[in-house]
């Protein structure tokens, strides 16, 4: 079984940075896909942007060149900085682990961004 938390959401007005972490735990294997969707209010969760244990990215459209993923192998991490963010980003984030032919998820992170 694998667990994921995720942390660091929060209210931050348009224009600031957050970091959200998310924390893997239980039967994690050597290779597998970890990332980060968000989830607004009345909207379907999509993908902001996903990372390979080898370090490949993938991002969304609407998050290239202010968000970055990263991940700590080792600590079984990963981090999503998010800057420039902008009201449109306000979601609820989720920690996503790719490990097949399994999906997990987290529990969700708030984050509001105001004008």
């Known amino acids: 079984q694998v667990q994921l938390v995720e942390s660091g959401g929060g209210l931050v007005q348009a224009g600031g940075s957050l970091r959200l972490s998310c924390a893997a735990s239980?039967?994690?294997?050597?290779?597998?896909?970890m990332g980060w969707y968000c989830q607004a209010p009345g909207k379907q969760r999509e993908l902001v942007a996903t990372i390979t244990t080898s370090g490949s990215t993938v991002y969304a459209d609407s998050v290239k060149g202010r968000f970055t993923i990263s991940r700590d192998n080792a600590k079984n991490m990963v981090y999503l900085q998010m800057n420039s963010l902008k009201t449109e980003d306000t979601a609820v984030y989720f920690c996503?682990?790719?490990?097949?032919?399994?999906?997990?998820w987290g529990q969700g992170t708030q984050v509001t961004v105001t004008s």
């Open positions: 996503k682990l790719i490990q097949w032919p399994k999906n997990y």
């Open positions: 239980g039967s994690i294997v050597s290779f597998n896909v």
